[in-house]
């Protein structure tokens, strides 16, 4: 069922790091995004994969993670995620890249899921010091990076209370919890 997936789909953040995601299980996740809608059908999409400790560990201290958790700088070595793909925007095809690469990502994160595997889209990303890093071309804009590997945590989904605060948070047990919005609160007769 698809609303299995996508609930199972959460974003995880913590992972077993050394499970390994080899590269042809990347190249099957990409090819779920390639499979999906582009605006235009212009496909200004590229991807960069990752999945060993060094190019894992540059790519890692570019990322910020999960800004609402205050006191948690991101997950420590040992529980980091064993591969990312990077979601570059080619501009020689398109100035913009419109929804593409959050389509491009949900397909990508709900295949991870039905192999047993789990991640989290990282936006906030030091954009300038990555495309250094990875000496990625001007001509490429990075979008998102996506982490991957064997999730390690547990995440469950609230719904939003009468205060209406949408701030995720970790329990005691350090379980993490995710207030969604009810679904009567979405949808609007105008
Ligand atoms: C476009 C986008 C950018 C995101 N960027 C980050 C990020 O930079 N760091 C992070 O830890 N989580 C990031 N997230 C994950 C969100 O925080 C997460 O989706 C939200 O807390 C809800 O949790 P859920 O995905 O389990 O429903 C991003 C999500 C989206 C859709």
Redesign the pocket.
Known sequence: MVRDLILK?????RFFQDEPVSLETLRELVDLARISPSARNAQPLRFVFSNEPEKNALIFKH??????LKDWP?PEEGERPAAYILILGDREISPTFGSDH?IA?QSILLGAVEKGLGG??????QRPGLQAALKIPARYEIL?CLAIGKPKET?V?ETVGPDGNTT?YRDEAQV?H?P?RALDDLIFDF
């Open positions: 789909n959460r974003s995880y953040r990322l910020a993670w999960a800004g609402s991101g959050g990502s989290c889209i990282i936006g906030s990303i998102l995440v989904l995720y993490h995710v969604k």
